[in-house]
């Protein structure tokens, strides 16, 4: 690698070659775009980015390249070979460039800087990536419904929408995610890892957003404002819910009775009404109840169990029964004391 452009060579020669450039003269040059080069050979090379031509085929998959290094390196794509090896944690690669990417890991050494926020990166491809960020370029467009991203990885993942790909699959649950990082995540509900931890409370998380949201609770701040009531939120889910009051959207929509929620939470409630599960038991009587907020008007304690109520009237009429009972048990009580003394 060379220590001033940062730019990869696969043989020392080149290596040497490329450190030349940096003081001679560039007598050749393009007629496309004027840049100038220092040996003829490598203005033929670059002549090839403004022809399309790739006069070096790979014979397996037909795949065409500019240089015949490149085809090389190409070409090990189909077979098993990875003859480049990491002298620190001895992982194998297929070609000495992702080999010295690699190595950077271990050196934490990031040499390729933004120059606009300062990020560091272990390869100019990794920059080039992150620069489209401070952009609104999108180069990279689906051909099922032409909407455009800013990497080609990002187009790969997105087309399995419209195929249902779904290539990433759990060992535990057989589950398949579009994404290998949606699979790390959902794997650890089965190992119960939850690697970001509140530093105030110690209280872990599956991923770092549910962490980042949870600090809120910690601190006063409330940056999410209602313009209809001026009513802070501490997060834009909490500020999108209550904006639902002034606006009467209803999105969440019961598929039998066709009522309308504002939360999706209301309505798992609200369609217990339309089944026979009573999971929700009284205490004094042992009659069962569809909510466990019914149980809780009158501080009953919700047990699972059978059959009883289906509506609130009459959770609370039932409940107070009881206290009407207990209170004639009270004057009887009462009473038969006062005759005996």
């Known amino acids: 690698m060379c220590c001033v452009s940062g730019q990869e060579f696969n043989l020392s020669f080149n290596l040497e070659r490329h450190k030349d450039t940096g003081t001679m003269e560039k007598p050749w040059k393009c ?21 399309g031509e790739r006069p070096f085929t790979c014979s397996t998959c037909g795949k065409g390249f500019t240089q015949s290094s490149s085809l090389l390196t190409h070409q090990y794509v189909h077979t098993e070979q990875t003859p480049f090896k990491c002298s620190e944690c001895e992982k194998r690669f297929k ?24 990020k560091g990166f272990t390869a100019t491809s990794n920059l080039q990536k992150h620069q489209r960020v401070h952009t609104d370029k999108r180069p990279f467009k689906c051909p099922d419904c032409g909407k455009c991203f800013k990497t080609s990885g990002e187009v790969t993942c997105h087309q399995r929408v419209h195929t249902d790909e779904r290539p990433f699959r759990c060992s535990h ?30 209280k872990g998380f599956i991923q770092s957003y549910h962490l980042l949201k949870h600090q809120q609770i910690h601190s006063d701040m409330k940056p999410f404002k209602c313009f209809d ?11 999108v819910m209550h904006q639902r009051i002034h606006t009467g959207e209803r999105p969440f929509t019961c598929s039998v009775c066709g009522k309308g929620f504002t939360q999706s939470y209301n309505l ?9 599960v009573k999971p929700f038991k009284c205490f004094a009587c042992e009659h069962s109840f ?47 004391n006062q005759i005996q003394y």
């Open 31 to 51: 007629g496309d775009c004027w840049k100038g080069f220092s040996y003829s050979s490598e203005l033929e090379m670059h002549r090839r980015s403004h022809t």
């Open 290 to 336: 569809k909510s466990s907020e019914f149980t809780r008007e009158r501080d009953c304690s919700p047990v699972p169990s059978g059959n009883g109520f289906t509506d609130l009237q009459l959770v609370l009429k039932h409940q107070r029964l009881h206290e009407h009972l207990q209170g004639l048990d009270s004057a009887v009580f009462a009473a038969v």
């Open 95 to 118: 070609s000495k460039k992702y080999l010295l990417r690699h190595q950077h890991i271990h050196s934490e050494e990031k040499p390729f800087t933004c120059s606009l926020c300062g």
């Open 268 to 276: 798992l409630k609200h369609q217990q009404i339309h089944s026979d």
């Open 229 to 239: 009531c001026e009513q802070s939120f501490r997060s834009s889910n909490g500020l």
């Open 173 to 202: 649950c057989g589950t398949g995610f579009r994404r290998s990082s949606e699979l790390t995540v959902h794997q650890r509900i089965h190992t119960g890892e939850r690697p970001f931890t509140c530093s105030v409370c110690g």
